[in-house]
Antibody, heavy 116, light 111 residues
């Protein structure tokens, strides 16, 4: 069965960086891209961008450009999302989702807390 | 502000039918892009409920149905059950960003 398993909770200070991982299993990894979606406490879902698991092409939402890097490692079927220059507004649960134009499968979420 | 507009909340008694609207514009739903729906229970990841406007993944009860017309879409829940109490999100594709856009979410309360 398809599974996406994400890394755990991270606590970071303002200005730091965080790298979240998303390990896929149960399907041929390069066939589908991975989208990253975040959800701030008490708020809705926000799409951050997409990375191709085939060739590493990316598409980032404008507000994150210059601050986010999404990558994949085909050898381990793992996707990564790194977010830099963190502020308190980046405190959220970050989800990866297998992208077919929609998210049929989601990771369990990774909580990132930014606090001094 | 979310690109797609949903009502913040809807409610209904057990057994009733409720609908959730999702209104977009000419660069997403109105451009012919499909609409997908997710259910999110507290503290859990979103779960796909409806894909490509009106298709249910395996395991999703047929009490859930979707429709799309022009620049909007709807999710209907018939025979409302206590376990349906959750947040529901619509999602489509936005041409201007070449990616996903979501509605702000609708909280369904079972009275």
């Amino acid at each position: 069965q398809v599974q996406l398993v994400q890394s755990g909770t991270e606590v970071k200070k303002p200005g730091a960086s965080v790298k979240v991982s998303c390990k896929a299993s149960g399907y041929t990894f390069p066939i589908y891209g991975i989208s990253w979606v975040r959800q701030a406490p008490g708020h809705g879902l926000e799409w951050m961008g997409w990375v191709s698991a085939y060739n590493g092409n990316t598409n980032y939402v404008q507000k994150f450009k210059g601050r986010v890097t999404m990558t994949t490692d085909k050898s381990t079927s793992t996707a990564y999302m790194e977010l830099r220059s963190l502020t308190a507004d980046d405190t959220a649960v970050y989800y990866c989702a297998r992208d077919s134009g929609w998210g049929a499968y989601w990771g369990q979420g990774s909580l990132v807390i930014v606090s001094s | 502000q979310p690109v797609l507009t949903q009502p913040p909340s809807v409610s209904g008694a057990p057994g009733q039918r409720v609908t959730i609207s999702c209104t977009g514009g000419g660069s997403n739903i109105g451009a012919g892009h499909d609409v997908h729906w997710y259910q999110q229970l507290p503290g859990t990841a979103p779960k796909l409920l409806i894909y490509t406007n009106n298709n249910r993944p395996s395991g999703v009860p047929d009490r859930f149905s979707g429709s799309k017309s022009d620049t909007s879409a709807s999710l209907a829940i018939t025979g409302l059950q206590a376990e349906d109490e959750a947040d529901y999100y619509c999602q489509s594709y936005e041409s201007s960003v070449s990616g996903w856009v979501f509605g702000g979410g609708t909280k369904v309360t079972v009275l």
